[in-house]
């Protein structure tokens, strides 16, 4: 199949696949288009928001229409990295056995990230970047595709660690989730107080994903949109010759290198679901506050001010 065929088969599939994820979610589409992004784009998600906006129940129904294996690890304070990495046990004849964690699987739903200790958050850090784990000394490699969708709770912040940038710096995408309006909450409520169960049938398997994730990586781009992204990054630094006015005065840190390919990947599968052969500046524009607004930190100026990353993000373009 040429490229051209696959990105046209890609759009199908995408839509098919949002229908089958509305049967069970009602609303947060922005919030299922920027996972499907990440997951096309090869890349790992945040989602931070407030208990009940069915963060697991989402992402267990991506994986149910994605094919592929779902584990859920809650992570706590008293969590160890053994707990989700797995650990070498003796068996009957007293030879060590390696028993797998639930870190091996396709898609784990990290929950409450922020509440466990460093330590553990750290144990996540290899299995994002090099897609394996090492224990006792051995490499385990983790079966492809691979992504980690983890969570936390933007209210409470008693007795939790926050994420350092290095592992913020991971997430392709940080996304927060908002209130339902009053229309689909209402949808909500009728859908889960009857006995009526919805189930969504598969529309993609791990090899067809696979595919789609080498097919964007192959989507050419042109010269001037590599540059718009890494200016656009740049921008955000305030020690650098591209910082604006306003990046100098509430900015402290700016976004990295991969805060550069991440825009550049999300904007070729952004293009690849529009039906579109390349990405253009648009398509970095549309995945830009998603990309960027965990990788920058704000002054105590801009909390006082209250002035918002979005709306320094968005004065960029």
Not at 240 to 245: F, I, N, P, Q, R
């Amino acid at each position: 199949m040429s490229d051209v065929a696959a990105v046209n088969k890609l759009v199908e599939k995408h839509k098919e696949l949002k229908r089958e994820i509305a049967k069970v979610i009602v609303g947060q589409d922005a919030v299922i288009d920027q996972i499907l992004l990440a997951i096309f784009s090869g890349g790992h998600v945040l989602l931070v928001g407030v208990p009940g906006l069915a963060k697991t129940l989402m992402v267990n129904t991506l994986a149910q229409t994605l094919g592929l294996d779902f584990k859920r690890i809650q992570f706590t304070p008293d969590l160890m990295p053994s707990d989700i990495l797995g650990s070498e046990v003796l068996d009957n004849n007293r030879e060590f056995k390696f028993v797998k964690g639930p870190i091996f699987g396709n898609i784990i739903l990290a929950d409450e990230i922020n509440r466990t200790p460093p330590k553990t958050q750290a144990a996540l850090l290899e299995a994002m970047q090099e897609k394996s784990v090492t224990v006792a000394g051995h490499r385990y490699q983790l079966e492809l595709p691979y992504f980690v969708l983890a969570t936390q709770n933007p209210i409470e912040q008693e007795g939790t660690y926050p994420l350092p940038e290095a592992q913020l710096d991971r997430f392709m995408f940080a996304i927060e989730l908002t209130y339902p309006n009053f229309q689909q909450e209402v949808d909500v409520v009728k859908k889960t107080t009857s006995d009526i169960s919805t189930e969504v049938n598969k529309v993609l398997d791990a090899k067809e994903i696979i595919a789609i994730q080498q097919l964007v990586r192959r989507i050419p781009v042109a010269d001037n949109v590599v540059e718009y992204a890494v200016r656009l990054v740049s921008k955000t630094r305030p020690a650098s010759e591209y910082a604006t006015e306003q990046v100098k005065q509430y900015i402290d840190w700016g976004a990295g290198p991969r805060a550069s390919q991440n825009l550049i990947l999300a904007a070729k599968a952004h293009a690849a679901l529009q039906g579109k052969f390349s990405p253009d500046i648009e398509d970095v524009q549309a995945v830009a506050l998603g990309v960027l607004g965990h990788r920058i930190i704000k002054n105590y100026k801009a909390e006082a001010e209250r002035v918002t990353k979005e709306e320094i993000i968005k004065n960029l373009f």
